[in-house]
């Protein structure tokens, strides 16, 4: 493969900021509409519900769901005898019934599958009275996921009955953009309507469409999801805004100290016994005093955690692992002031990564055989957590090609910010105005970095295979 002839700069980042994933260039005008909408992710109303979404259509301090859904039809060019716009949901869904293209829901009784781009209206539980509208994403794993305007972060650790009852608008933070979920039987779906497209083709999707105010955490949320610490909610979503089940939580903290089993005499949680998919962890971690006691016998393993709960596992966990307790920052959940508190999948991601990087490495030599664009190459590469790793002096030694200029050359010793060898940091491989970013770790002032990394960066196949080191 053609080697690089480019200036190797290496760039250490604590935080870096992440680069957005983004909706692909759409082929159909449905995917342009549903681009239109999630490229206002996050976008959050102003005071007195001002939108501008709103003021196009003469009402700018109006409920915009529907005018949100309509601006994003206007901006993809669609006709309105195709999209019918309109500034009132229900008065929307009956234009689309007089056209013929209004589909009943799975709870009403209807058989049609939601396609990418159609308008879902929602009901209210106690009336039947249509009250909101959506635009589908898709659908996934018997899940119906939207991107809405004038909404919050559904709450799904309650019946959305009870959720309903409790809310208190006048105490609800303000409105946004964002992607929901239901499952397709949904009671609080009435129905879908079918926009005449002239085109219709799905609007390809990289990485999470929905980080919204968490796109910063992008670096963050992506490394947790990968390794399964806290899962993604579909293969586009993330639900950043959303919270995360207390005994779910509880099994990722404990695995970064690697804690279970429990001493004979740990009692049982009324609502975690045995047979409970929680119960190992909740044992463990019970006998280890890293849970918060009420005095009440009972853990409530599936509602969300709030901040405080999770501050104190991980406080709990960093002692375990001998390393200085520190404080993170857990935001209430937009719905944290109704049934109980709760923070975010967002924060709680940051948190947990914060900790990922601060566990120390256990590493060794890797014998092998190492070989780059067929060279055979001595470098003192190491393994860790089951990765091999390569020095990165060793490959600006060995291809001339990739040196660095003298202002931006690597210092005799590396020093971390706030950090010591062995533990993992945030960097980015740069070259010619292409960025990677990856994860690496100090080890005797060499700077190591992932080996399918470094072949990606580099265009090349750079492999290990076991062997004698030679």
Same mark, same amino acid.
């Given at each position: 493969?053609?080697?690089?002839?480019?200036?190797?700069?290496?760039? &250490?980042?604590?935080?870096?900021?992440?680069?957005?994933?983004?909706?692909?260039?759409?082929?159909?005008?449905?995917?342009?509409?549903?681009?239109?909408?999630?490229?206002?992710?996050g976008?959050?109303?102003?005071?007195?519900?001002?939108?501008?979404?709103?003021?196009?259509?003469?009402?700018?301090?109006?409920?915009?769901c529907?005018m949100?859904?309509?601006?994003?039809?206007?901006?993809?060019? $669609?006709?309105?005898?195709?999209?019918?716009?309109?500034? *009132?949901?229900?008065?929307?869904? /009956?234009?689309?019934?007089?056209?013929? /293209?209004?589909?009943?829901?799975a709870?009403?009784?209807?058989?049609?599958?939601?396609?990418?781009?159609?308008?879902?209206?929602?009901?209210?539980?106690?009336?039947?009275?249509?009250h909101?509208?959506?635009?589908? &994403?898709?659908t996934?794993?018997?899940?119906l996921?939207?991107?809405?305007? *004038?909404?919050?972060?559904?709450?799904?650790?309650?019946?959305?009955?009870? $959720?309903?009852?409790?809310?208190?608008?006048?105490?609800?933070p *303000?409105?946004?953009?964002?992607?929901?979920?239901?499952?397709l039987?949904?009671?609080?779906?009435?129905?879908?309507?079918?926009?005449?497209?002239?085109?219709?083709?799905?609007?390809?999707?990289?990485?999470?469409v929905?980080?919204?105010?968490?796109?910063?955490?992008?670096e963050?949320?992506?490394?947790?999801?990968?390794a399964?610490l806290?899962?993604?909610?579909?293969?586009?979503?993330?639900?950043?805004?959303?919270?995360?089940?207390r005994?779910? !939580?509880?099994?990722?903290?404990?695995?970064?100290?690697?804690?279970?089993?429990?001493?004979?005499?740990?009692?049982?949680?009324s609502?975690?016994?045995?047979?409970?998919?929680?119960?190992?962890?909740?044992?463990?971690?019970?006998?280890?005093?890293?849970?918060?006691?009420?005095?009440? *016998?009972?853990?409530?393993?599936e &509602?969300w955690?709030?901040g405080?709960?999770?501050?104190?596992?991980?406080?709990?966990?960093?002692?375990r692992?001998?390393?200085?307790?520190?404080?993170?920052?857990?935001?209430?959940?937009?719905?944290?002031?109704?049934?109980?508190?709760?923070?975010?999948?967002?924060?709680?991601?940051?948190?947990?990564?914060?900790?990922?990087?601060?566990?120390?490495?256990e590493?060794?030599?890797?014998?092998?055989?190492?070989?780059?664009?067929?060279?055979?190459?001595d470098?003192?590469?190491?393994?860790?957590?089951?990765?091999?790793?390569?020095?990165v002096?060793?490959?600006?030694?060995? !291809?001339?090609?990739?040196?660095?200029?003298?202002?931006?050359?690597?210092?005799?010793?590396?020093?971390?910010?706030?950090g010591?060898?062995g533990?993992? /940091?945030?960097?980015?491989?740069?070259?010619?105005?292409?960025?990677? /970013?990856?994860?690496?770790?100090?080890?005797?002032?060499?700077?190591?970095?992932?080996?399918?990394?470094?072949?990606? !960066?580099?265009?090349a196949?750079?492999?290990?295979?076991?062997?004698?080191?030679?």
């Amino acid at each position: 493969m053609k080697r690089w002839s480019a200036i190797l700069v290496l760039v &250490l980042a604590l935080c870096l900021g992440g680069v957005p994933a983004r909706a692909l260039e759409p082929v159909s005008q449905s995917g342009a509409v549903v681009a239109q909408a999630l490229g206002q992710m996050g976008f959050t109303e102003g005071d007195d519900e001002y939108t501008p979404f709103g003021q196009r259509y003469g009402y700018p301090n109006g409920y915009w769901c529907d005018m949100f859904v309509s601006w994003c039809a206007d901006e993809a060019g $669609v006709s309105k005898e195709a999209f019918p716009r309109s500034v *009132n949901c229900a008065r929307q869904t /009956r234009a689309f019934t007089a056209l013929g /293209r209004y589909q009943n829901s799975a709870a009403r009784g209807g058989s049609y599958a939601p396609l990418q781009g159609d308008l879902v209206s929602f009901q209210d539980l106690k009336s039947g009275r249509i009250h909101h509208v959506g635009l589908v &994403l898709y659908t996934e794993g018997g899940w119906l996921f939207t991107v809405e305007g *004038n909404a919050l972060t559904s709450r799904l650790d309650y019946p959305p009955a009870q $959720v309903s009852e409790a809310r208190v608008p006048e105490i609800e933070p *303000n409105d946004y953009v964002t992607v929901n979920r239901y499952p397709l039987e949904d009671a609080r779906l009435h129905g879908y309507a079918v926009p005449a497209y002239a085109s219709r083709e799905p609007l390809a999707l990289e990485g999470f469409v929905d980080l919204g105010r968490y796109e910063n955490a992008r670096e963050e949320i992506e490394t947790v999801a990968a390794a399964r610490l806290i899962p993604p909610t579909s293969s586009h979503t993330f639900f950043p805004r959303a919270g995360m089940a207390r005994g779910a !939580f509880l099994e990722s903290a404990l695995s970064l100290c690697g804690l279970s089993g429990w001493a004979d005499g740990t009692p049982v949680y009324s609502d975690v016994p045995p047979g409970s998919p929680y119960y190992g962890a909740v044992m463990a971690a019970r006998s280890a005093g890293l849970l918060p006691e009420t005095g009440e *016998n009972v853990f409530h393993p599936e &509602l969300w955690i709030s901040g405080e709960d999770a501050q104190t596992i991980l406080s709990g966990v960093l002692a375990r692992l001998g390393l200085e307790n520190r404080s993170f920052t857990f935001t209430p959940g937009d719905l944290a002031q109704i049934l109980t508190p709760y923070t975010t999948r967002g924060d709680l991601a940051r948190a947990l990564y914060a900790v990922c990087a601060d566990i120390p490495l256990e590493t060794e030599v890797f014998t092998g055989f190492l070989s780059l664009w067929g060279k055979a190459l001595d470098w003192p590469a190491r393994t860790a957590d089951g990765v091999c790793y390569v020095p990165v002096q060793s490959l600006l030694s060995c !291809f001339p090609e990739l040196t660095a200029p003298e202002d931006a050359s690597l210092p005799d010793t590396i020093e971390y910010p706030g950090g010591s060898q062995g533990y993992r /940091r945030s960097l980015t491989l740069s070259a010619e105005g292409r960025a990677l /970013r990856t994860r690496g770790f100090l080890w005797n002032n060499t700077l190591y970095v992932p080996l399918e990394d470094a072949a990606r !960066f580099l265009s090349a196949e750079l492999t290990a295979e076991p062997g004698e080191a030679g």
